[in-house]
């Protein structure tokens, strides 16, 4: 069965551009949410989006949005680059919502260097 | 947001059991323990989670006091490939798939 799939694994690109990262969520699961993780530090929690819609966001500027498709994947969108948003963006994918007894999967993310 | 306390570091031997402890003070009633892990840079992989009882799945035991105030993951025959950060993580809401990271435990298993 296939995982958390995450597009693309690697890419460059320059101060001020924007950026689409793609995930494909575990056959059957409806929720997909995204993090954020810098280098030396914990992922940071992004966006949540369960059927199509957000049902949660963290603490990160305008600057980054999320979308949900009716075939549950997602994409996020990052504009006007900063150096700072170099990181591993990682998508999670889950059956439901909630995290009682939900079991969350996470792929091998998107690494975004901004130069 | 309950909180998790874990040590920065622990070393295990290759074939030992490695116990990694959280301590959650904070817990409710109804949250779960999270436990993943994260290889270095590749994406955090699923452990094991629970609730009031002991679980035990292909990887790992999770060991859950009766006060549900701290647990320990247990990784029963350690090998060079469980060298890894792990994270014991308790959602700050069950009604979002929100988890909320800290900075983990680094196990390094040595040979």
């Known amino acids: 069965d296939a995982g958390v799939t995450q597009s693309p694994t690697h890419l460059i690109k320059t101060r001020g551009q924007q950026v689409t990262l793609r995930c494909s969520p575990i056959?059957?699961?409806?929720?997909v949410s995204w993090y954020q993780q810098v280098l030396g530090q914990g992922p940071q929690f992004i966006f949540q989006?369960?059927?199509?819609?957000?049902?949660g966001r963290g603490n990160f500027p305008d600057r980054f949005s999320a979308r949900q498709f009716p075939n549950y994947s997602s994409e996020l969108n990052v504009n006007a680059l900063l150096l700072g948003d170099s990181a591993l963006y990682l998508c999670?994918?889950?059956?439901?919502?909630?995290?009682?007894?939900?079991?969350?999967?996470f792929g091998e993310g998107s690494w975004l260097t901004v130069v | 947001d309950a909180k998790t306390t874990q040590p920065t570091s622990m070393d295990c031997a290759e074939g030992r059991a490695a116990n990694l402890p959280c301590n959650h003070s904070?817990?409710?009633?109804?949250?779960?323990v999270y436990w993943y892990r994260q290889i270095h840079s590749q994406g955090p992989q699923y452990i094991i989670h629970?609730?009031?009882n002991n679980e035990t799945n292909e990887m790992a035991s999770l060991i859950i006091t009766e006060d549900r105030k701290s647990s320990t993951l247990i990784l029963p025959h350690a090998t060079l490939r469980d060298t890894a950060v792990y994270y014991c993580?308790?959602?700050?809401?069950?009604?979002?798939?929100?988890?909320?990271f800290g900075q983990g435990t680094t196990l390094q298993v040595k040979p």
């Open positions: 999670a994918s889950s059956p439901w919502q909630g995290t009682s007894g939900n079991t969350i999967y």
């Open positions: 904070t817990i409710s009633g109804n949250e779960y």
């Open positions: 056959s059957g699961h409806k929720s």
């Open positions: 629970g609730l009031k």
């Open positions: 993580i308790l959602p700050p809401s069950s009604n979002t798939g929100k988890l909320i």
């Open positions: 989006y369960y059927e199509k819609e957000e049902r």
